[in-house]
Every structure is written in structure tokens, then in C-alpha cells.
């Protein structure tokens, strides 16, 4: 595969994140993702999304989060997936791009994605997803996660740039990303909890 | 005759749709490093066919937007493409095709994807009005003939109450034509739904403003004035139309597998393949419209028309051409969109022997459910797409729904279903806990 001159992604630093839900939040308004629908999750230790709850016997509890949203992937099961191409990879940015317009709702890219990440708008019967707050980036704004997240946890930017804080802050930290057994060259590294 | 030099054998694609386009980008995919050379009759790149009857029909997007990926796409994967000519011989022994223009091109492996044409309508008269006043639609140019007839035509006739009759009944109607769909059968969509699903869509376009006149045996065409056709049916109803667009089925293009000597299938009337997308050449593959692949119940072979049979199909062949065995055992599914109405339909329905209704049709979200004795067997759901991305796991998966499960319009479908995702990361991260910190303090 060809090698991108830009790519956007996120490093979600999981000692910050105090799963306080804001993320999910700010998502949802900024982006009108429908009731029960989500484009982003905090899930807590045990996986779950709702009704976070600790691992571990009291007094020695454990508890972490990890908000996931689109990866991005460079190899997207998605777009493999997406029998109308609904769903690509966007070359000058790394941007996997969903076109509501061609979707037919089959959720194909549901049933691949490694990460759960579709999410599925039944009034309009499409696929839906992270879009990385396009919209806001010509006015110099970033996704509204990164802009409302209280303890600065998700930082966003350009992995190929050495000069981006992104860059800056993977050559600081160990970072991992999530099902590396994948192999689907994903977005989203994280920062250990 | 000439030889391409450009060819350097390796793999040739003849057809030029989506499943060869699949197949490309598979062969791509799977590693595949040697030459690939795609052949198509069509003058542009694979696109796709779905949205000729919609969007494309309304006016609302270019031809670009239709492509399944862009040249872009072909430059990078090193394909080299011969557009706007068909393959009209293969030459199994030497490993050649003929293109119409005399051209020859060598293969070390060969994928027929060639597709369908429309069936035409072979009636008296037929043969009169073709030129320009029967319009059929398959390919861009075909829509982009009728969209030139649009902007004076005002009474339209389509025969056949398929698909694609319904789809272009639904889009015209609401562009402010007069729309009548003529089908010769006692209810719309005859092949493929339930009577109660076709009932229903029926209903939807008559609400609309279309008129649907079943059991019309449309028996004679004559050239009516001012450009116009009528259209005689056996009861001696005539239809004047300023339009007249025929939606009456495809036939599989196989005369090039057939003249080669490849197995084709006689009911189905494709050529005939295993499970792994191969014809009877070790060396040729085949997928897509114009490939027969052995029916999971009865023993025969079936062909679909479909895009997911087209894209899976695809799939299958190229990791066959790869020299990999990953078999294709999927639930078809096919869906149409009309008006604000999308039917997803998955699995076959044919043996069932008993309907299970989920939701109230009067609110425009039902499925129905088709079982033989207890075992589904598929679902037709309208505008209730997590019931058919469920039903299609619960095909593919062989996971059992009970009738009182697929009637209980509350009951979740998901539930029955595994977990399927599971984050988690490599390597564990060091615990935090209280413990853990005050150790580390």
C-alpha cells in the first residue's frame, strides 16, 4: 500500500481519563448522533459502556476507561467490507470517509469493524460514524472529544508530522493501540491507564 | 490480428462491472503481484448498477459518483484496462482470448465476470418502436437516454413490476410523471417477496399515484402519434405512452463461456462453478450474475443477481486465483429502496411453509419472517434494518429464531447473537489499584 504524506489520528492518554462521559456527550450534540446511537463509547474495565462498574475485591478495586471511536484504520475491514462504496480512505488525510448518500444500510461494515465502531442511524437507515468533526477543521478546530474533554486526555493531530504534538507526545509515552492482532494499521494509540 | 503488448499474461478480468471490479481489488489485496488486465464492453470504468434506477435516474448525481473506485484506483494497482470492447472468443488450449477489434491477449488465468443483459420485450411491434421509443435500463447510457425523453414525456408505461420497474415507477411519480406499471403476473414483485409484502408495496404506489394494472399480457406495441407507444395487452387494454421502459428481467451472458466449451447450467443458465468460484477450466473462474454456484438445498445450481452475490462471488474467485480455498457459503441478500421505503431481504424464501409477521405493516416497519417447519429460512424487512442485519447472522451463523421470537416486534434479535467484538491491548498494562500504587510509592 502506498504511504501517506498526512495522517490524522488520536492519542488518548488512559491515566487522564476519568470516564466522566463528556466525550460521549459533546460527540453526541455536536454531531446529532441519534438516542441509543453512539459514534464514541468510554467503556469501563469489564468492557461495558453503561453502567460502569470496578474490577477487583474492596479495598483493592481497579478501575480504568477507554473511550474508542473510529480508528481510522489504514487497512479499514469496513471499506474492505462497504459493497457500494459508501466508505473509503480519503488520501490526504488518512480519513476513513462515509457517504451517507451511497449507503444502503446493510451494515457489512458493522459486522467487520474490530472495534465496534459503526454505529447504525435507523430514521435515516445509514451507517454512521466519527468524521473527525470535519466541519469544525476550517475554522481550525479539532473534534469536539479533544475540545470538551475536561482533563485533556485526547489529543488529535497529524502522526505523520514530527512537529505535531501527536508526534511529540508518542515519542514521550509507551503507547499501544487496541486488537493489535488485527493487523489493521489502526488511529487511535493509547497512553497507559 | 495482434498480439498486446502491453499484456504480460498473468490474470485477465473479461466483464466490466462490479464483480470484477471486486475482483481486482481483491487479487490486489490477497497479494497478488502479477499482471492484471481487466476487459470490458462498457466505454468507462466498473460502476455501479443500483443507482441508475435512482439517483442517477432523478438527475441528482454525475456519472463519476457512480464508479466503484476511481482510475485513481486502477494506475496504482498497475490493471491495465481495455474499455469500450468484448472478449469474443476464449482459446482454453492456448491460453488466449479474442477481443471484437481481432485483438488477442494471453492469460495464465481468466475471471469471466460478464453479467447480464435485459431481456427484451418479443412482441409484434417490438421490433418497430426499439428504435428510441422502448427504453430498457442497465446501463448508464440507457438512463441517460430515458432522462433526455424526460424532459417532454409526461404519460410513462413500464412493463414488468420487478425491482426495477417499481424502483423507476417510485422515482418518476415523484419527479411529476404519470406513471403505470404493467405486470403480467397477479401481483408486483412475483419472483421475490410474499403476497402480503407485495401487497404492501403495491398499496405504497397506488398512495403515490402510480397505477399498477396486474395481469396485463402486453401482446402487441404500435407507434402511436407524436413519438408515442401503445402498448396492447391481452384484454385489449391499450396504454398510450410518451415513455415506454421495459423492466421484464436479464439474461446471464455466457455465449463466450458456452462457445469455450465451459460447463453451463441449463435451469439456471449460467456457467456453472463450485464453491470456490471454479468453472470447469482449472484455469477460469467465474462470478457475479453469470455464474451458476451450487443451490445449499437442492443439489442444483442457482445464479443471483444480486450485488452482494456479485462482491462475496468476486471475493471468493480472486482468493481461488490467489491459490487460496475460502468456499462462499453466504444468505444472499438484496434490498430496494422506494420513496421512504427501503426493502432489505435476506436469505431464500423458496420451501417455506410457514410466514411469521414482526411489526404492523400499517406503520411502514414490518418483517416478515419465512420458516420451513421451525428452521428460518429468510426475512423481508422494510424499513427494519437491524432485524435484517440480524436475521443475516442468524443465517450465516445457523442460529436458531423461534416463531414467538421473529413475532415479537419488542424482542431484540441482536440477543440471540454472540459477542463478537472484544477490545483489548497486547500487552497488559500495569495494574491500578490502591495496592498497586502504594507499592510503587
Given at each position: 500500500?502506498?504511504?501517506?504524506?498526512?495522517?490524522?489520528?488520536?492519542?488518548?492518554?488512559?491515566?487522564?481519563?476519568?470516564?466522566?462521559?463528556?466525550?460521549?456527550?459533546?460527540?453526541?450534540?455536536?454531531?446529532?448522533?441519534?438516542?441509543?446511537?453512539?459514534?464514541?463509547?468510554?467503556?469501563?474495565?469489564?468492557?461495558?459502556?453503561?453502567?460502569?462498574?470496578?474490577?477487583?475485591?474492596?479495598?483493592?478495586l481497579?478501575?480504568?476507561?477507554?473511550?474508542?471511536?473510529?480508528?481510522?484504520?489504514?487497512?479499514?475491514?469496513?471499506?474492505?467490507?462497504?459493497?457500494?462504496?459508501?466508505?473509503?480512505r480519503?488520501?490526504?488525510?488518512?480519513?476513513?470517509?462515509?457517504?451517507?448518500?451511497?449507503?444502503?444500510?446493510?451494515?457489512?461494515?458493522?459486522?467487520?469493524?474490530?472495534?465496534?465502531?459503526?454505529?447504525?442511524?435507523?430514521?435515516?437507515?445509514?451507517?454512521?460514524?466519527?468524521?473527525?468533526?470535519?466541519?469544525?477543521?476550517?475554522?481550525?478546530?479539532?473534534?469536539?472529544?479533544?475540545?470538551?474533554?475536561?482533563?485533556?486526555?485526547?489529543?488529535?493531530?497529524?502522526?505523520?508530522?514530527?512537529?505535531?504534538?501527536?508526534?511529540?507526545?508518542?515519542?514521550?509515552?509507551?503507547?499501544?493501540?487496541?486488537?493489535?492482532?488485527?493487523?489493521?494499521?489502526?488511529?487511535?494509540?493509547?497512553?497507559?491507564? | 490480428?495482434?498480439?498486446?503488448?502491453?499484456?504480460?499474461?498473468?490474470?485477465?478480468?473479461?466483464?466490466?462491472?462490479?464483480?470484477?471490479?471486486?475482483?481486482?481489488?481483491?487479487?490486489?489485496?490477497?497479494?497478488?503481484?502479477?499482471?492484471?488486465?481487466?476487459?470490458?464492453?462498457?466505454?468507462?470504468?466498473?460502476?455501479?448498477?443500483?443507482?441508475?434506477?435512482?439517483?442517477?435516474?432523478?438527475?441528482?448525481?454525475?456519472?463519476?459518483?457512480?464508479l466503484?473506485?476511481?482510475?485513481?484506483?486502477?494506475?496504482?494497482?498497475?490493471?491495465?484496462?481495455?474499455?469500450?470492447?468484448?472478449?469474443?472468443?476464449?482459446?482454453?488450449?492456448?491460453?488466449?482470448i479474442?477481443?471484437?477489434?481481432?485483438?488477442?491477449?494471453?492469460?495464465d488465468?481468466?475471471?469471466?465476470?460478464?453479467?447480464c443483459?435485459?431481456?427484451?420485450?418479443?412482441?409484434?411491434?417490438?421490433?418497430?418502436?426499439d428504435?428510441?421509443?422502448?427504453?430498457?435500463?442497465?446501463?448508464?447510457?440507457?438512463?441517460?437516454?430515458?432522462?433526455?425523453?424526460?424532459?417532454?414525456?409526461?404519460?410513462?408505461?413500464?412493463?414488468?413490476?420487478?425491482?426495477?420497474?417499481?424502483?423507476?415507477?417510485?422515482?418518476?411519480v415523484?419527479?411529476?410523471?404519470?406513471?403505470?406499471?404493467?405486470?403480467?403476473?397477479?401481483?408486483?414483485?412475483?419472483?421475490?417477496?410474499?403476497?402480503?409484502?407485495?401487497?404492501?408495496?403495491?398499496?405504497?404506489?397506488?398512495?403515490?399515484?402510480?397505477?399498477?394494472?396486474?395481469?396485463?399480457?402486453?401482446?402487441?406495441?404500435?407507434?402511436?402519434?407524436?413519438?408515442?407507444?401503445?402498448?396492447?395487452?391481452?384484454?385489449?387494454e391499450?396504454?398510450?405512452?410518451?415513455?415506454?421502459?421495459?423492466?421484464?428481467?436479464?439474461?446471464?451472458?455466457?455465449?463466450?463461456?458456452?462457445?469455450?466449451?465451459?460447463?453451463?447450467?441449463?435451469?439456471?443458465?449460467?456457467?456453472?462453478?463450485?464453491?470456490?468460484?471454479?468453472?470447469?477450466?482449472?484455469?477460469?473462474?467465474?462470478?457475479?450474475?453469470?455464474?451458476?454456484?451450487?443451490?445449499?438445498?437442492?443439489?442444483?445450481?442457482?445464479?443471483?443477481?444480486?450485488?452482494?452475490?456479485?462482491?462475496?462471488?468476486?471475493?471468493?474467485?480472486?482468493?481461488?486465483?490467489?491459490?487460496?480455498?475460502?468456499?462462499?457459503?453466504?444468505?444472499?441478500?438484496?434490498?430496494?429502496?422506494?420513496?421512504?421505503?427501503?426493502?432489505?431481504?435476506?436469505?431464500?424464501?423458496?420451501?417455506?411453509?410457514?410466514?411469521?409477521?414482526?411489526?404492523?405493516?400499517?406503520?411502514?416497519?414490518?418483517?416478515?419472517?419465512y420458516?420451513?417447519?421451525?428452521?428460518?429460512?429468510?426475512?423481508?424487512c422494510?424499513n427494519?434494518?437491524?432485524?435484517?442485519?440480524?436475521?443475516?447472522?442468524?443465517?450465516?451463523?445457523?442460529?436458531?429464531?423461534?416463531?414467538?421470537?421473529?413475532?415479537?416486534?419488542?424482542?431484540?434479535?441482536?440477543?440471540?447473537?454472540?459477542?463478537?467484538?472484544?477490545?483489548?491491548?497486547?500487552?497488559?498494562?500495569?495494574?491500578?489499584?490502591?495496592?498497586?500504587?502504594?507499592?510503587?510509592l
Amino acid at each position: 500500500m502506498n504511504t501517506l504524506n498526512k495522517q490524522l489520528a488520536f492519542v488518548i492518554d488512559l491515566k487522564r481519563c476519568i470516564g466522566c462521559d463528556t466525550c460521549v456527550v459533546g460527540c453526541k450534540m455536536e454531531n446529532a448522533v441519534p438516542l441509543g446511537q453512539f459514534r464514541l463509547k468510554v467503556y469501563d474495565s469489564q468492557q461495558n459502556f453503561q453502567l460502569e462498574k470496578p474490577v477487583g475485591l474492596y479495598p483493592d478495586l481497579s478501575m480504568s476507561w477507554l473511550p474508542t471511536m473510529c480508528h481510522h484504520c489504514g487497512d479499514a475491514p469496513c471499506v474492505r467490507a462497504c459493497p457500494t462504496g459508501t466508505l473509503w480512505r480519503r488520501e490526504a488525510d488518512g480519513m476513513v470517509v462515509l457517504d451517507r448518500d451511497k449507503c444502503i444500510g446493510c451494515q457489512r461494515c458493522g459486522e467487520e469493524c474490530p472495534y465496534d465502531a459503526l454505529s447504525f442511524d435507523p430514521d435515516i437507515g445509514t451507517a454512521d460514524k466519527c468524521d473527525l468533526c470535519e466541519h469544525r477543521h476550517a475554522d481550525g478546530g479539532g473534534p469536539m472529544c479533544v475540545t470538551v474533554c475536561p482533563t485533556g486526555a485526547i489529543h488529535f493531530g497529524d502522526i505523520n508530522d514530527p512537529a505535531s504534538n501527536l508526534s511529540r507526545q508518542l515519542g514521550k509515552h509507551a503507547h499501544q493501540v487496541l486488537n493489535a492482532e488485527d493487523d489493521v494499521r489502526p488511529n487511535i494509540h493509547y497512553f497507559a491507564p | 490480428m495482434t498480439v498486446s503488448s502491453a499484456n504480460k499474461a498473468g490474470i485477465v478480468v473479461v466483464g466490466g462491472g462490479q464483480a470484477a471490479a471486486q475482483l481486482i481489488e481483491t487479487l490486489r489485496y490477497e497479494g497478488y503481484a502479477g499482471g492484471i488486465t481487466l476487459v470490458g464492453d462498457e466505454p468507462g470504468l466498473p460502476y455501479q448498477r443500483p443507482p441508475l434506477s435512482k439517483q442517477y435516474l432523478a438527475g441528482a448525481r454525475a456519472p463519476d459518483w457512480l464508479l466503484y473506485r476511481p482510475s485513481a484506483f486502477y494506475a496504482r494497482h498497475g490493471v491495465d484496462t481495455l474499455l469500450g470492447v468484448a472478449a469474443s472468443a476464449i482459446d482454453r488450449a492456448a491460453h488466449r482470448i479474442t477481443l471484437a477489434d481481432g485483438r488477442t491477449i494471453a492469460y495464465d488465468q481468466l475471471a469471466i465476470a460478464t453479467g447480464c443483459r435485459v431481456r427484451k420485450l418479443s412482441v409484434p411491434g417490438a421490433e418497430v418502436c426499439d428504435v428510441g421509443g422502448v427504453h430498457y435500463l442497465r446501463t448508464i447510457a440507457d438512463v441517460d437516454r430515458i432522462r433526455a425523453r424526460l424532459t417532454t414525456a409526461r404519460r410513462v408505461v413500464i412493463i414488468g413490476g420487478g425491482f426495477i420497474g417499481l424502483e423507476v415507477a417510485a422515482m418518476l411519480v415523484q419527479l411529476g410523471h404519470t406513471v403505470t406499471v404493467l405486470e403480467a403476473q397477479d401481483r408486483v414483485l412475483p419472483r421475490v417477496v410474499a403476497p402480503l409484502v407485495a401487497e404492501f408495496f403495491s398499496h405504497q404506489h397506488q398512495r403515490h399515484g402510480v397505477r399498477i394494472v396486474t395481469g396485463a399480457h402486453v401482446v402487441g406495441l404500435r407507434v402511436g402519434p407524436e413519438q408515442t407507444r401503445e402498448i396492447v395487452c391481452a384484454d385489449g387494454e391499450r396504454h398510450l405512452a410518451d415513455l415506454l421502459i421495459v423492466g421484464i428481467g436479464v439474461l446471464p451472458n455466457v455465449e463466450l463461456a458456452q462457445a469455450a466449451g465451459l460447463a453451463c447450467d441449463r435451469a439456471s443458465g449460467g456457467i456453472i462453478v463450485d464453491e470456490y468460484a471454479r468453472s470447469s477450466d482449472a484455469h477460469i473462474v467465474a462470478a457475479g450474475d453469470c455464474a451458476s454456484q451450487p443451490h445449499p438445498r437442492s443439489g442444483g445450481h442457482m445464479r443471483l443477481e444480486t450485488v452482494h452475490n456479485a462482491v462475496e462471488q468476486a471475493r471468493t474467485a480472486a482468493t481461488t486465483l490467489c491459490g487460496k480455498e475460502v468456499p462462499y457459503r453466504q444468505a444472499p441478500w438484496v434490498w430496494s429502496d422506494q420513496y421512504a421505503l427501503r426493502l432489505q431481504a435476506v436469505g431464500m424464501i423458496e420451501g417455506a411453509d410457514t410466514e411469521v409477521l414482526r411489526g404492523d405493516p400499517a406503520t411502514g416497519k414490518f418483517s416478515l419472517f419465512y420458516f420451513q417447519d421451525e428452521r428460518l429460512l429468510a426475512a423481508h424487512c422494510v424499513n427494519r434494518s437491524a432485524d435484517f442485519a440480524a436475521t443475516r447472522r442468524l443465517l450465516n451463523e445457523d442460529i436458531a429464531l423461534t416463531h414467538a421470537q421473529a413475532a415479537d416486534a419488542t424482542f431484540e434479535l441482536s440477543q440471540l447473537l454472540p459477542a463478537r467484538v472484544r477490545l483489548r491491548f497486547d500487552q497488559p498494562w500495569p495494574p491500578r489499584s490502591r495496592s498497586a500504587m502504594t507499592n510503587n510509592l
